[in-house]
């Protein structure tokens, strides 16, 4: 189902030209929007990487390796804090075939990465605030070379007293983690929407509960990986596994302390991201950069799996206390809510992953009073980052137990109390803001619970006291479209035809796995081209197109994809033009359609796709384009936390069922039931293997998946021995999702995105259904059989 | 933290004699079967060994033989051909369970039944099976062979009866017919799991009455153990569940599980409780009895 309801455009630039107006972005945008007939939009469009990556051809940062190459290995800290005495670097140095031994004072720019505070070395300068931060670098003529002198930097630590709980760090004040904070709270938001006295003195029902949820590895098939390279294309050029490649240009150009425009990036085939690579990526480069800088030589760098699982970020692990009220009528009246993340020894993406929770801490529903307060608060543990969901899987958890158990206390439906306070078109979200369009979640849920025959079950289910009980749950979710508040977002790409007909876009969006590039952005090209599908190409995550934002945030074919969109359609206008004069007819009358140029309904005036082409290079038409487009924002009140939070919110709903065993705590999730309302879907098959892949990645962080430190913050299950993630027989049967397009007025084709998505309710879901099945309310993460089996036990629950 | 292996002679045998010459011979050695605990215990630098010993193509220990009263299986059998072997099918399927339940089948294509066996890790899948079906192993050096009974042959973590030039030769195992018997396994996830905990048991019966019950169980104790308390109490008492829920208790009395990572002490002793009940519930089933 297709909607369209737009409010008013609420910005229009003056180009004052008349000609200018034909290309200006808003204008090509909503004409592509309102397109009724589609060529390849909207059909399931095989990839064009597929079969390289079927046969193994394709190529990733390892397989550009050539012997002869310098090899780094990182040396990690062994103390979780403390103050580095020394470095000695002499007996690592004697070792056969080392070429240098880095450390902080050898960086030649700033030793500064931190991207949301300027709290973060890239080689620890000082101290250490984590068990896993790098501290040195050693080069070497090869692997073993550099494995073995790895052993002999020694460093000299002064320990220092160190603190892993966020709730003690936040108290304290002896023990810093970055003393020139003065305190171990790294960042604080905060919303406050009418007045929660008066929202808790109208509700009949009250629940007040602590939630806690965990971190989780990103696990991606492909470790982090950098390959430096002085002077080839004239600059240092770095190929590198990293979601941004204009990011870690700018990190590697401040590092090294040269103009960005002396550094070029190139991201091959990535074996996943989730984010992780969004954070760490430009980190790795920079280090294989450093290398290659200082040595003159090309340089690689391959974490194991046990450096990858020590030093980057991990989602957030979280604490969340939560009140909230309802009147008997089931409508909510208010929530207080403070969520706690432990952001580990760096900031990193902390504070917008925090923004991000607190601005979804309701949950998609209205409610006319809402207080939240949001603490990033530091400790001696490897820091969070950036994780499919940002920060909104943990607390869409809690608001969703804290409405299963606000329907329990009225006595209604969990499905039907949310969708008595569903945000839907002409409400406000606690940030106060009104929702002019796109948001088609409530018709989402109602077909959702229809399809996976909600109703009957949670009745049947939920009731039995024998060994094997059966529970249905559900998790509703939403996520904002593009960076928070007014933080700046914007779109870009190039494309140019060439001669003989073939088009290339060149985009920084990045293939790492979800297809965006090889799949969403040919259909966008060829669709707004006419050009036949096979005759686009796009080549992707390089700094050498136009910065076009990062590939995280779910935007890869939403904001991120407005870009090639606006090029060629820029691109189209001047070919309608052409067209109409070589046709004798009207721009508007041109249709360009399989390799076929002609007038509509007029089949007889036909000239193909190559023709128009060659005329356009004979007659003086530009056949090249940037597609820039700066999303316009809202305005933004931190202090109070209200205002335009995000242009636009995509929304995503699962029901999923599963049974306990109540002796043994085991958890089977039999079928989940996804939903999305995330506007246009460009190719449902590639929607569809990111939903299955968020499901089944959500179901592994809520049943299995955990990080085990020991007392002095080291992680004791940095492998694939006991860091446990599901496998092919774990996953459950995922049904078809529905689907509400639900058109945003700024995406390519009214898309949202959906990377994230299917994940952030996944916790939320599989918790309620297992509360569902217990009669027990689960509020902490994760779920796993023994955690289950003392529920149970604790409860009485069996004999 | 670290991952490069330390330099080592290689030797490799291409017969049995010949790897008994080159033990005799070397002293600070290491046997190299499938590799699959090996390799990763020097990377980790649990051993440091000057010198290593690749016996895995010595072909002739690498066997079913079905004798008719019992079943032999040479120690550098592929744990793949053991799950898709029809004699171990027929006669010991217990065995072919859990086998199948190890691993994944790239691991259990290189993994041989001897090596899981020889690493001694309290968590070894094989154990349990082999100790309910009372099997024994056939050791072999220069100085001759003599055989140990699976029960005596682990003597700790990493720890096993084998005398310093001593190699496994191969399993032998009685064919007993008419027992009934199951292996249940509770990992983290449902395949390519280590074991929280997994108990084999085998029952015979006899007019309604237990004439014999064994019990062993992985992953709660430095090696694997027999929960004879538990097997005592069953022995001639009728087949009841009362019975079986009583008898599955007494496993506590044999078990001394520590928390790691992988589960807690305390939930570790109360799955082996389950699982024992669970198990010995479907050994009687094998034999058509249900309880
Ligand atoms: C990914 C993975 C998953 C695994 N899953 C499981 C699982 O589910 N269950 C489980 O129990 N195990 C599991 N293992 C452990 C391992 O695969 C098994 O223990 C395997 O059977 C070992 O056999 P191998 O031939 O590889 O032994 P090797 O590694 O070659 O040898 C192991 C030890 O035994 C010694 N040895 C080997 N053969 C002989 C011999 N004939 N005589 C004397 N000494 C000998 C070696 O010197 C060495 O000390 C897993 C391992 C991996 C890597």
Redesign the interface.
Known sequence: MIRFIFGRRNYYPSSGEIMASMEDPYVLIDKWLRAKEFIVVGKGVARADALEKALGKAKYVEDYFQSGFLFIKQV?STEPHAKIKGINVEEALRKPKVVKVITASDIPGENQVGYALPDQPLLAEGKVRFHGEVVALVVAED??AA??AS?FVRINYEPLPHILDPLEALQRKDVLVHEEVGSNIAFRTRIRKGNVEEGFSKADVIVENEYRTHHQDHLYLEPEGALAIPGLDGRLTVITAAQYPHLAQSIIARVLGVPASDIKVIVPYMGGGFGGKDDEGPLTAAKAALAAYLTGQPSFILY?R??SM?SHPKREATIIKYKSGASRDGKLTAIDVTIVHDTGAYANRGPFILWRATVHASGPYHIPHAKVDGYCVYTNKVYQGSFRGFGNPSVQFAAEAQMDELARKLGIDPVEFRLRNMLRPGLTTITNQLLDHSAGIADAVEQLAKVSGWYSKRREYGVSTGRFRRGIGIGVAWHGISTSRGVPDWSNAYIKIDKDGSVTAFTGIVEMGQGSPTSSHRQIVAEVLGAPIEKIKVTFGTSDAPDGGATHASRGTSIGAIGVLVAAAKIRERLNKLASELLNCSPDEVVIKEGKVYVRGDIERTITWEELIKHAYSRGVDLSATGYFFLPKGKFDDTVGQGQAYPAFSYVAMIAEVEVDT??G?VRVLKVWPALAAGRIINPQQVEGQIEGAAVQGMGYVL?EQL?FDDKGRL???DL??Y???????VPEIAKPVYVEDLFKYGPFGAKGVGEMALIPAPAAIANAVSHALGVRITKLPI???AV??EV?KHGLIK | ????IPKFNYYRASTLDEALDLVSSLNDFKVLAGGTDLVIDLKVRRYTVKNVVDISRIKELDYIADDGDRVRIGALTKLQSIADSPIIREKVPVLADAVREMASWQIRNIATIGGNLCNASPAADTAPPLYVLNATLRLVSKEGEREVPIAEFFLGPRKTALRSKELLKEIVIPHEPGCGASFLK?G???????SVVAVATLVKVVENKFADVRIALNSVAPTPVRARKAEEYLKGKEVSLDNITEAAKLVLHDISPISD????AE?RK??SV??TRDSLIKSLERIGIKV
């Open positions: 990690l692997i073993d494995l073995e052993e194991t046990e450096e020590r002796e043994t085991k299995m085990v004791l299950n940095p021995t006991d446990v993630v599901p496998t092919a027989l774990d796993t059989p023994e089996y003392f036990k | 933290m670290f991952y490069r509770l983290r996830r449902n395949s390519f799991t280590l990572v992988r589960a807690s939930y109360d799955m389950v699982l």
